[in-house]
């Protein structure tokens, strides 16, 4: 009876309360909104020293100055961006994306009603709180403003500008006397590169003369210009053509030279439409060209990727006349850094001759404080230039795609990194948030492309689609990154020089080098505005702090040493992690796991974690689990908490998209829900031996069934991965699909078996969507091949064998096929034969083997798309004269050692780009000679990391 009062009492309190928030609907009305128009102009428009980016042609001494009242402005419009951020990711994360944890029934006890009026109360201070905060940050923002507003003329009288904008000289200097200063110089390790460029000047027997374009391209200060100077003045090039020219145009051309090209480019157009060409303006002149050159062949064109010096031809610049042992030693660090780029090393040669005694310990003090030379414009004048050209990069990045530029220092250099985890990083982090329909993962994607373009990463390894898989910066501008991002507070950096967290640390970011966190100083508040902490080597004490970095988004611990299983009860209460790796010393996945309520990714591939509890397969907002697992054998046995997961997948609450990967047996586990798993996309299998169990064969099929099934008109983007090398033969063999009933078909993009495999398994010629096929096993015969001759849309093939027995690729065979890789361990297997007319659209052909096997009756000739050829080292001299007779000059690649062979995709093995050879350039696709140079073409801004040379042929006059 009481009871019943109290909580009749406690309905009418509420519904008190519940017109309390009807009054407040008018000032909480549209507070997400308000939060997320915060956000909606990106940090780095509002960090990046208070202004805009600097426009093309804009004089440098004017873009690069900064007096005492800027930076002031800069440091408060960082610590404002900070607060934003903080603001709205506690209003966002706590209200609008808290867990619910059920309310009251009509039997409710008057407790659980305690609780909802206190939620509720709760409620309304917080929204008020909120409200009143992001009031007063729109108004800081619009005060900020209004501030640099007032302050840009006498930022433009201190930068030498007068308000007038006009261009400016100054150290720095105008970028068309870049080259020219640089010469004078004896150019080092260009000999090879000289001749493939000549060699590309040859003629191909029995194809005719023609048009082409040789484009150059490269990071700046690669020596692309010192490159083809050095082709174009060779007695040779001269020979060959008796009408030259030579035009050296810089990254900002001053008028008189910007009108000289377009006056150039009119005269072309004149020749073809003499009537649209007279009073064309710049703009319209180069529309016009486009459209005049979209639907015509004008010959072939290559490309030819600039290489970095290596170790001697980088001491041999660096330090021209004067070696010693000592100065070598001394020196290590400082040429690892340069990265063998020819500009980094001559500002260093500089550098060093400005000094009477050049010595290791200077080189040493001179790497300690690189950064500051690179970063500062009072830096040493002997690397003005360089400085130009990596800020010419980083000028050219604004908003998130800038903070994707700067987020890269946050990793050492030394080791290569995965693009799929730096992306999933950035969107952990929000650098890819968008207003428009375009998903967060494409603008991640497109960030990370323009990084890949102008050269500022470049790729390791590539993936079975020609896409980077892992990448490393350019190591001078990975330094200058770093340095940049240091000053700005962007990321705080601890190692063993530098063990201590300073006070003022307010950084976003925090990483740890392979030293030890000794003391800690920095504040809860500035600790709660850490969005990521990433730890290489030895943590120290820098997991305890975890804790107090309260609004922590990623936590990637993967190669951290020193941390166990007593410390994930600090990272379990991290609500707002989105991201989270762990190293190789956890072996068990506390059930407090699902504290982590706004998880996206968790990374378990190097722990030795076995088993997982449900409480991580039922985060909420998990997408992406690697590992290699099982469901915890308790959970197994529990028909509770079977039934309640069961539940969870069938309620459609479970945002899963790659499970990579689980283990499988006759017990029941993930094998039971797949079907259940309605976002799924990405699937890993590794199949247990169990004797004699057909239920457990029917139950695999069954899995794989309701997996790639998909309705009939839709493509899908599903991969699946088998691995039964624990099997006996034929087990995947075995395996086989019920007939699709009408309107559904069976479809997956990318398909990988692993194992003793006789015959291919049925189901495979079912997935008529296939476009990657990946298939490893002891032996690989005719019959196989003959399994796969009705893919036609396969664009990927991988066949790895121990021994390769009758392989015949026919006539007319894969004709959609644009990559081939033969990866053969045996030292006696002969490599495939190919018949003229198979593979009519290949581009890559990867033929890996232990023994030299020559050329093996391969006629290259006859596939005309044909842009690389990846071979052992052994026959590379065949190879290289084939490509050479082909009419593309394909790039040949070799390797010295065959890599085993990886357990994921891989489109060339990791060592490629450390021990191989690129023989020829490679060629633009057909059709994209002159006209691909031609549409590339910006009259206002001339491409600094692009060089090329347009080849025409008997020049006599025409």
Known sequence: ???????????????????????????????????????????????????????????????????????????????????????????????????????????????????????????????????????????????????????????????????????????????????????????????????????????????????????????????????????????????????????????????????????????????????????????????????????????????????????????????????????????????????????????????????????GELCAKLCRNLGSHLKEQDGHYSFSELRKVLLDNYDSFSGYPLSCLLYLGIFPNNRPLKKKVVIRRWLAEGYARTDSLRSEEDIADENFSKLIDRNIIQPVDTRNNSEVKTCKTHGIMHEFLLNKSLSQIFIAKSSRDHPRLGVNTNACHLSFHSGELTECVASDEELSRVRSLTVFGHAGDAICYVRRCKLIRVLDLQECSDL???????????????????????????????????????????????????????????????????????????????????????????????????????????LQHIGHMNKLRKVKIWFKHVEGSNNYIADLSRAIQEFTKAPIDRDTDRSLSLDSEECPENFLSSLDLETCSEGSKYALRSLKLNGELHKLPPFVNLLSGLTELCISSPMLTQVHLSTLINLNRLLYLKLVAYKLENFEIKHGAFPSLRRLCFVVKSVTSALPTIKHGALPNIISLQLLCQGPVGLSGIEIRHMKHLKEITINSGVVVQWEQAAKNHPNRPKVLFLRKVDPMESEERGRPCAIREQMKITVAQPTSSGDGLNSSLNKIRLSEPPSSRLEMPVRHMVDGH
Not at 565 to 573: A, G, S, T, V
Not at 634 to 654: A, E, I, R
């Open 564 to 670: 166990d299983d007593d410390h994930l009860k600090y990272i379990c209460k991290l609500w707002h992690l989105k991201y989270l790796s762990f190293g190789s010393n956890i072996s068990e996945l506390p059930r407090s796991i699902d504290g982590l309520h706004c998880l996206e990714t968790l990374d378990l591939r190097r722990t030795q974690i076995k088993f997982l509890p449900i409480e991580a397969i039922m985060l909420p907002h998990l997408a992406h689990l690697f590992g290699k697992f099982m469901l915890h054998e308790d959970d197994v046995k529990s028909v509770n908490k079977m039934s309640k997961l069961q539940k969870f997948f069938s309620s459609k609450k479970s945002n899963l998209q790659t499970l990579a990967g689980f283990i499988t047996d006759e017990s029941k586990g993930f």
């Open 1 to 359: 009876m009481e009871s019943a009062v109290a909580s009749a009492f406690l309905k009418a309190v509420m519904g008190r309360l519940f017109m309390a928030l009807e009054k407040e609907y008018s000032k909480h009305k549209g507070l997400a909104q308000e939060a997320q128009s915060l956000l909606a102009r990106p940090p780095h428009d509002r960090r990046r020293h208070g202004r805009p980016a600097p426009r093309h042609g804009e004089g440098r001494t004017t873009a690069d100055a900064r007096t005492a009242v800027a930076r002031l402005h800069a440091e408060e419009m960082l610590d404002l961006a900070h607060d934003v951020e903080e603001c709205v990711d506690r209003f966002l994360h706590r209200l609008t994306c808290r867990q619910h944890r059920g309310g009251a029934g009509a039997g409710a006890s008057s407790s659980s009603l305690v609780r909802r009026m206190a939620h509720e109360l709760s409620k309304v201070q917080s929204r008020s709180s909120f409200a009143d905060e992001i009031q007063r940050l729109k108004t800081r923002v619009r005060e900020a403003q209004q501030r640099i507003i007032r302050m840009k003329p006498t930022l433009d009288v201190l930068a030498g500008g007068g308000g007038g904008g006009g261009q400016l000289t100054g150290a720095a200097g105008t970028s068309s006397t870049a080259p020219s200063c640089r010469a004078s110089r004896i150019p080092v390790g260009i000999a090879e590169p000289v001749e493939e460029l000549l060699s590309m000047l040859d003629e191909v027997d029995g194809e005719p003369e023609q048009m082409r374009v040789i484009s150059v391209v490269g990071f700046g200060g690669s020596g692309k210009t010192t490159l083809v100077k050095a082709v174009y003045d060779d007695p040779r090039a001269k020979d060959r053509f008796s009408r030259r020219a030579w035009v050296t145009v810089g990254s900002s051309p001053s008028p008189e030279t910007s009108n000289g090209m377009k006056g150039i480019l009119r005269a072309v157009f004149q020749q073809v439409l003499p009537k649209d060409a007279m009073d064309a303006d710049g703009q319209h002149l180069e529309t016009s060209l486009k459209e005049y050159l979209k639907d015509k062949s004008h010959g072939n064109g290559y490309v030819y990727q600039m290489n970095t010096l290596g170790e001697e031809d980088s001491k041999e610049l660096a330090f021209p006349g004067f070696r010693s042992p000592e100065l070598e030693q001394g020196s290590a660090s400082l040429l690892g850094k340069c990265d063998g780029l020819p500009l980094a090393l001559v500002s260093v040669s500089d550098y060093l001759k400005s000094s009477n005694e050049p010595t």
